[in-house]
């Protein structure tokens, strides 16, 4: 068996929708927090956006090398915009977090850290607590109760999470 080896590069997925005044920010977060720990690229996935986010983040690929985006053209979910983000990953460990600041990418070092032989995933939680509205809380507690329905596993549903991405094809 082949010894553990730390990750040597990372994919931090990052979705987003209507987050214009965020993404520069959690950006300078995110490189911040990652320099000269690890090699990684940066991934937001724009998921249809009405607003400049998009715009946003393609000015702010010509500044960032490590900066990719995609852009749904209609909203599919966050779900479907980690997919998307994962789906284009480079590396074999993924990083996700919220683009909307709830987590602090300062913990993505510390998720790294955690991993040891035969874990494959590790999660944080949020930095403050959730400001959404009752009805993104009560969508979500549907949303996991039927996740959990259907994976015979309880959902613990956290945002920052840090884990190997399955075999590419």
Not at 145 to 156: C, F, G, P
Request: hydrophobic share 35%.
């Amino acid at each position: 068996m082949a010894q553990f080896t730390k990750p040597k590069s990372l994919s931090v997925v990052v979705p987003v929708r209507n987050e214009e005044d965020n993404v520069a920010d959690l950006i300078f977060e995110i490189r911040k927090s990652l320099k000269n720990k690890i090699n990684y690229e940066i991934i937001y996935v724009d998921d249809g956006s009405t607003d400049q986010t998009y715009k946003n983040l393609i000015t702010l690929q010509k500044t960032y090398k490590e900066l990719r985006v995609i852009r749904h053209q209609k909203g599919c979910g966050q779900s479907t915009a980690v997919r998307t983000g994962v789906k284009h990953a480079n590396f074999n460990w993924i990083a996700t977090l919220d683009g909307d600041g709830q987590n602090n990418p300062n913990d993505i070092p510390q998720l790294l850290d955690a991993l040891k032989e035969g874990v494959e995933l590790v999660g944080g939680n949020r930095r403050h607590s959730r400001q959404d509205s009752w009805i993104k809380r009560i969508s979500s507690v549907i949303a996991n109760s039927v996740r959990s329905w259907i994976t015979k596993t309880k959902v613990n549903k956290k945002a920052l999470k840090a884990h190997k991405a399955s075999k590419k094809k």
